[in-house]
């Protein structure tokens, strides 16, 4: 298999899981984001916070620029999620998903083949010529496969009243 294939192979799956994934989020009503996944588990709207936080920590971890949203951090990936801190709106964190996934996409599509197996930000020259598979394109299949982990739960929310 070529580069060429497997880096459009590896981003068609991440483009495939952020559609169905936007289309949960938009199928859910704003009491129904605000609901637990299953008993006493996250809430849809922590997770809509905690993937707008990876994907924005995907930039930097990429070289692809510098995170848009950083305030999310200490909240959906520092912190399980607590319902007594909804300090963002279910509006803005849809609007920062949106703003990510556009943001993300345009920068993953500017990538090179030869780029994408290139070395991610957090790993040193040194551990990167021992583990060559610790590069950009491992990190989009690991990102892809977290995506959908979630999915999967969100999946699992009672739209029933």
Not at 31 to 54: D, T
Not at 86 to 101: A, M, P
């Amino acid at each position: 298999m070529s580069k060429k294939l497997l880096c459009e192979l590896v981003l068609k799956s991440w483009d495939s899981t952020v559609k169905r994934t936007n289309k949960l989020f938009n199928e859910l009503s704003d009491e129904e984001i605000k609901k637990e996944v299953a008993p006493n588990k996250n809430r849809a709207i922590y997770l809509l916070g905690h993937l707008v936080a990876v994907n924005d920590m995907m930039l930097p971890l990429l070289d692809l620029g510098e995170p848009q949203f950083p305030k999310l951090t200490e909240i959906y990936l520092k912190n399980a999620d607590d319902p007594t801190n909804d300090e963002f709106t279910v509006k803005e964190l849809r609007e920062y998903w949106s703003i990510s996934n556009t943001t993300l996409s345009d920068a993953l599509t500017k990538l090179t083949e030869d780029q994408w197996l290139e070395k991610h930000t957090k790993i040193s020259d040194e551990d990167f010529a021992v583990e060559p598979h610790r590069n950009k394109l491992n990190i989009l299949m690991s990102r892809t496969n977290h995506l959908s982990y979630h999915l999967g739960q969100l999946i699992l929310i009672d739209k029933k009243e």
